[in-house]
């Protein structure tokens, strides 16, 4: 099966989350007008008595067609990606609830200043970059243990362009 991505916008998006742009966002101007405020871009959601934490992660290039085998899940908190650079990057997103079937994947490709803020238990493949070496801003919960689920995919299914 072949998986090919559509678009990333906010409307396509807002069964697994939200979509991290400044794009069509209100703002404020601060620090005496050198600078644009976007605020409220996303919900960071936690369990009681776990915190937020920010981490870089760094991934490695993949090459199209890449096979999709495994998804994850985070049922008690949301998580954020965000590109530290410039480049198109796919998000690979299922419903939450049961373990997915591949014919429940999604395919988004951002336009290279977006980043996503993923609801909790939206099932998802870890962050991919097509092209080089890409640094992603992360925004989760706290230590893994109950709130890391993962779903090996039955069958094959690959990313294409």
Not at 18 to 45: C, H, M, P, W
Not at 83 to 94: D, E, I, M, Q, T
């Amino acid at each position: 099966m072949i998986a090919r991505p559509e678009p990333l916008t906010r409307a396509a998006f807002q069964p697994f989350g939200e979509v991290l742009e400044t794009a069509g966002r209100k703002s404020a101007t601060i620090n005496q007008g050198y600078a644009q405020k976007f605020a409220d871009l996303a919900r960071v959601e936690t369990p009681a008595g776990r915190q937020a934490q920010l981490s870089v992660y760094r991934s490695q290039p993949v090459s199209l067609p890449f096979l999709l085998q495994e998804l994850e899940c985070h049922p008690l908190a949301s998580q954020a990606f965000f590109p530290l650079h410039s480049r198109p990057f796919p998000v690979v997103v299922a419903p939450a609830g049961e373990p997915p079937r591949p014919t429940a994947v999604r395919v988004f490709m951002t336009n290279g200043r977006q980043g996503v803020n993923l609801h909790p238990g939206v099932w998802h493949h870890w962050q991919l970059s097509l092209d080089r070496e890409s640094d992603y801003l992360v925004i989760d919960c706290e230590g893994a243990g109950a709130n890391l689920r993962q779903h090996r995919l039955e069958g094959e299914l690959w990313l294409a362009a």
